[in-house]
């Protein structure tokens, strides 16, 4: 499928988009992310697909929202279009979603790397929600996200400076998983996708719900939601494949059934 703002591929049971807007430092317009939310429509029905990994440039995993493209909106525009609710089909895909950061990963460019479930940023990777110094404020998650990910204090000092967080801080109060030199950024994040792709898609979709799980309910909700899910995966061929495999001493041969 042909696109204009990103390039699409498959290594392995890993599909990749790579947004491709150079010029723009990989500014968010509608029509990319339009084209994101169709590539992962796209891996998400294909069984062969395990993982899809989220990429961006050396320079910039993605500045923000274009801001040239949302500066003459009105209110009644942007409320009745409800603007960049579109963008929640990111987070509502099932499988699981790497992000591979490195450079800017500001504003809108933070919030979808956020809406990701396994976040690995090059040394070189820079994170701001500056929207505040544009006369707005974080209109994709932002503000909930960064909040559930790193506590109040910091979210605040972020959102309300604007300021510039670099990988090293960001992996120290938990917003990325890891942090690796950019010279070893696609192959850690193909590292990573294949390994979670070559479990059973039936595993880590119900892991994926689970985690998710405990940011929207209860804890004994949640609790409850995992143990009947986790007893559940126990109608699964994978489960009697997994541990055969494990009692055996071989490797599993997963089939999502
Ligand atoms: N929207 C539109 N264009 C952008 C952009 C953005 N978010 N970020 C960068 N660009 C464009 C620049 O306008 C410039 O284009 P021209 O050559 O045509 O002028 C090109 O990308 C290169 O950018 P700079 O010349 O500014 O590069 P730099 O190295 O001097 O600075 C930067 C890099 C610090 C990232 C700077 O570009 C910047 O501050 N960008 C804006 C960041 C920002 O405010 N993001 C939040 C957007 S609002 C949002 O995201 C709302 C939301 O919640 C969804």
Redesign the pocket.
């Given at each position: 499928m042909a696109y204009d703002f990103i390039q699409t591929r498959v290594a392995g049971r890993v599909g990749w988009i790579t947004l491709d807007r150079p010029?723009?430092?990989n500014?968010?317009?509608a029509a990319m992310v339009s084209e994101i939310v169709r590539a992962l429509a796209g891996f998400g029905a294909d069984p062969d697909i395990g993982c899809v990994v989220l990429t961006g440039s050396d320079?910039?995993f993605a500045?923000?929202?274009?801001?040239?493209?949302?500066a003459g909106r009105s209110y009644p525009e942007t409320f009745l279009e409800n603007f960049?609710a579109s963008?929640d089909a990111i987070a509502h895909l099932r499988k699981p979603l790497v992000a591979a950061v490195a450079g800017?990963a500001?504003?809108?460019?933070?919030?979808i790397m956020m809406m990701c479930d396994v976040i690995i940023a090059a040394e070189t990777a820079r994170f701001?929600?500056?929207?505040v110094?544009?006369g707005?404020?974080?209109?994709?998650g932002?503000t909930q996200r960064l909040a559930r990910a790193i506590g109040k204090a910091k979210t605040m000092d972020l959102c309300l400076t604007?300021r510039?967080m670099d990988a090293a801080e960001a992996e120290r109060l938990g917003l990325v998983s890891r942090v690796v030199p950019a010279s070893e950024l696609l192959a850690e994040a193909q590292a990573v996708a294949e390994g979670i792709a070559t479990k059973s898609r039936i595993s880590t979709m119900a892991i994926k719900e689970a985690v998710n799980r405990a940011f929207e309910t209860s804890l004994s909700e949640g609790l409850l939601f995992e143990r009947r899910t986790f007893h559940a995966l126990f109608a699964t061929q994978d489960q009697k494949e997994g541990m055969a495999a494990f009692v055996e001493k071989r490797a599993p041969q997963f089939r999502d059934m």
């Open positions: 010029e723009a430092l500014a968010l317009n320079r910039a500045a923000g929202a274009d801001i040239k493209e949302a960049l963008w800017y500001l504003g809108g460019g933070c919030e701001a929600l500056p929207e110094k544009i707005v404020m974080p209109g994709a932002g604007g510039m």
